[in-house]
């Protein structure tokens, strides 16, 4: 019943810099952690980042630590990216879970995605 929606992608330069976010709704209150995944054309989907929804604890794939950061503000979750490269254009999705807090794509609910396009 967590309907969560992407937003903020679009098409950058290479190096420079994108905020996502992504909104989630619930028709009944309760604590999750969230998620991002990406996934370009032709490849498996990918982990990206992960929030607790209490703590606020954050990990990070290695391919994008030191450039992303994820964080929470209220019912949404953004991720800042800085310093992006050619290889980060991908689909990003958003993902929620209620006990769900680890790299695999295993959440529950899931956003239908926004593109992200890195040019050279």
């Known amino acids: 019943q967590v309907q969560l929606v992407e937003s903020g992608g679009g098409l950058v330069q290479a190096g420079g810099s994108l905020r996502l976010s992504c909104a989630a709704s619930?028709?009944?209150?309760?604590?999750?952690?969230m998620a991002w995944f990406r996934q370009a054309p032709g490849k498996e989907r990918d982990f990206v980042a992960a929030?607790?929804?209490?703590?606020?604890d954050t990990f990070y794939a290695d391919s994008v630590k030191g450039r992303f950061t994820i964080s929470r503000d209220k019912n949404t979750v953004h991720l800042q990216m800085n310093s992006l490269k050619p290889d980060d254009t991908a689909v990003y999705y958003c993902?929620?879970?209620?006990?769900?807090?680890?790299?695999?794509?295993?959440?529950?609910?899931w956003g239908q995605g926004t593109q992200v396009t890195v040019s050279s």
């Open positions: 993902a929620a879970d209620e006990y769900y807090f680890a790299k695999e794509d295993q959440y529950a609910y």
């Open positions: 619930a028709r009944t209150f309760t604590s999750y952690h």
């Open positions: 929030i607790s929804w209490i703590a606020g």
